[in-house]
RNA sequence: GGGAUUGUAGCUCAGCUGGGAUGAGCGUUCGCCUCACACGCGAGAGGUCACGGGUUCGAGCCCCGUCAAUCCCACCA
């Protein structure tokens, strides 16, 4: 026989020959088509500054999945790929790269700096791309955007501009989080919490025209030097008299009031609160609701400035001891506890957030965000699992309005011009050419640029050419599915819900797919900190692509954290070699054949049984995918191949070919042999599209079959026919099964040894079970090493020293003769019997429960009655069975 | 302070919105280089489905509580 394929599968070389083959014949490329239903999905643009890693494989593993599955099934499937400018990380990443060089971002100015960028971009933008295409996956290649190339910018000014003259966008002086070290403002969304071991300091001021104090308590004593007044709660008697009268505050000689304010919460130390309007967000609302001063007494770095007198100049944390130092030799402070608390810290950085008082731009987003409120909750957008709307819900209730103006320079600028000679601002796309209000005509454009996501929430309907009326926007809109990790849901599947439903009038996407973080085999995130992370390229290198992604995908459902085991890459990448060799096998039978689909009559029971269970396998596994339960569809697609085709149906056939001599079944034989591995195939293709491909081209090759499409992946996706229902069949080969598994076992129970050969006969009382055995008893002797084969209807003529199985539909004897031990076989018999016993316990249990039987479906008592009519049956058998032992 | 998730075989996890846990991989025991595959084949052992209540004819699955682990959110100084 003629060897098509190589002995052991090997995904080196294959994969890239395989990928380029694909876009050269541009498999991957969507078109609007009428004709055909769409099917979209956007890819969650990674950023340029980034490199591949295992949360990228499995998202974009998940995503091509889909879109391979749907391709096959006649969808047009886009898959529309883009990067994302990463506005803050890569203004970070460049900044170091000129701090090595020996330069800044001040030398260069803005120009230069934004040039700098640029040339990153091209640099190094391209490099996840070429990572991602090493997993295979099929995204639209000759569609792929950038957030910042000039349809998307274009994009984000009309949102901007529309926002604005809605009153929906607005620039206000509010308390927002800056970090001092990357010198911007950041959204909440940015800001991690941190629990930090700190204290609490105690100290009091003098009030003044008294010989009284009032002490309170504070995590950050530094913050006093912008005091503008101590506040008690209005329901307070122990403070009531001193409400309206001044404290000293030390250091500024500054005298601050003492005003009740409801925030106050009088069980907490002493009642007294130190109110710093200007850092402190607490402290900036009571500050406006009883007009006190706002002082600021931080630089942008966070040392204290001239408003913090003979302090300025210090980082926050000198001021802080220098202070409580000062104040213990005054005699103000009282005590210091030991506290813990929680400390916002930038997620970039991890520096300590400031708040702080700042003119910036906002989105306002009470009534935004509604839409996206009623869309997810009345399900026209669909979250999976479920209950991730909880997660949803839980930032939309809460959510503050949107700071998005950053003071960076890579991103972009807000399309906002400001009159040098009065001030007035004008936003649109173009500077405009004289001020409205005074008539003056230069124009300064903010220097700011937007925050990252406010790019990235256009992205459904950006890529596809809004805020043109596209047709590919009319087609492909809204996507089908959003596959994403619910650690990014605040930061933008809320903002391209709302932002869908603003500027679209429509949700972005039917569904969103959520995936759990990858971690190591410890359990421990993967972090760059902790040099953990595994890269997806060592794993592809070594195991292959395929491998990688079927085992990201198996074995884990929907928004859980899955482990990444080196075991479970193996084990993927066994199971491409036995997908490998069962074809191996095939195509070697098929060599010479002219394969023709044969007559129904002459189909054997067994390829009735394995169509049937190819039929079962087609049916679920479209109706896993269509609902993206794509663990379950991929782990029934492994229990398929490797158990009811690899195991059991070759096996079964190979007495067929090898010694029947019958050519009409040999043909039989060999058509199912090919339908169901090209079934196979093309169910697999999704999951391992490369080692699918190849099989699947060479198949095509042997076949010589013109009418097979070039490529697996633009081949048709299986329909289930119930053409392919056999029940008699089925019934029949398993019980034939039955038989093998118990013959086997019971061969090694015995140490019958597994070359030595053994003439069995098959004792069943049912016509249609003799027929199976009948029929297929070469097949039979060849599962078990059987040599004589004989069916009876009863026992008559069974010698004594025979060991016997007890099957459902038959009991099958074995004389063994000088090989059978009495003991060990009347020893194994009453293990069975045991186990009989036990089920038929159950059983009883059940049907003598008359609340069982007028409660419980007709349907359910029946089957259990069956059960235990069988069971009594074969406790009958044994224990004839045993009782010969004597 | 709120909320979520997880707790099933030695390990890592599935378990289709209640109906026998023949669940998967790895590991383990026994036997096999059987002409597709030792990245393999055959046969086993191994689980009071965290604990305590409840609903139900029936609960791993639903409800309540407890414990443990993980995570998210939150402006109590």
Redesign the pocket.
Known sequence: ?KEP?A????PHGMEDRIYDKWLKNKYFHAEVRKDKKPFSIVMPPPNITGKLHMGHALDNTMQDILIRFKRMQGYEALWQPGTDHASISTEVKIIEKLKEEGTSKEELGREGFLRRAWAWKDEYGGIIESQLKKLGISCDWDRKRFTMDEGLSDAVNEVFIRLYEKGWIYKGAKMVNWCPVCQTTIS??E???E?QNSH?WHIKYPVIGTDRFLE?????PETMLGDTAV?V?PEDDRYKDLVGKSCMLPFMNREIPIIADE????????????ITPSH???DF?VGKRHNLEFINIMNDDATINENGGRFAGLTRMEARKRIVDELREMGLLVKIED?S??V?IHDRCHTTVE?LVKQQWFVKMEDLIKPAVSGVKNKDIKLI?P??E??YF??TD?I?DWCISRQLWWGHRIPAYYCDACGEIAVGKEKPDKCPKCGAEKFTQDPDVLDTWFSSALWPFSTLGWPKRTPELEYFYPTSVLVTGY?II?FWVIRMAFSGYEHMGERPFDAVLFHGLI?D?K???MSKSLGNGIDPLDIIDKYGADALRFMLV????P?????F?Y??V??A??????V???????M??LDGHSITKPEAADLEDTDKWILNKLFLAEK?IT??LE?Y?L??AS?KI??FV??SF???Y??MV?PRL?QSGDENSQSAALWTLKTVLLDSLKLLHPYMPFVTEEIYCNLRQELADESLPESIMISSWPIPTDQWVFEKEVFMVEAMKNA???I??M???M?V???KRIDVTVVSENPSVREAFEKESMIFASLI?GDKIEIASDKTGISDGAVSCVTQDATIFVPLNELVDLSEEKKRLE?EKARLE??LA??HG?LS????L????AS?IQ??KD?LAS?EKMMAEVEERIRSCK
């Open positions: 026989m394929l002995k052991a599968y090997d909440d969304a800001v991690e919490h629990t609490l309170f308590a504070t995590t950050r506040a709660n925030y106050v919460d009088m069980e907490f130390g002493t009642g007294v609160v130190k402190d967000p607490n609302e506290y608390h929680e916002g708040p699992p209950r991730m909880k997660l839980n930032w809460h503050r650690d605040f971690r085999e359990n421990r995130k198996t074995g884990n459902s928004g859980n954290d899955m482990r085991l075991d479970r193996e084990a990448r066994n199971f491409a070699n036995k490998w060799n069962a074809s191996r096998f095939i070697m039978n679920e109706e896993n609902k339960e663990g379950v782990q492994y229990d490797w158990d690899c195991d059991w070759i096996e190979k090898y093998v598994r118990s086997r076992n061969r090694n129970e140490n040894a597994a070359s090493s293990k036990k089920e159950r059983s059940m429960n008359e609340k069982f007028s409660k419980a479906p359910k089957e259990e059960k069971y």
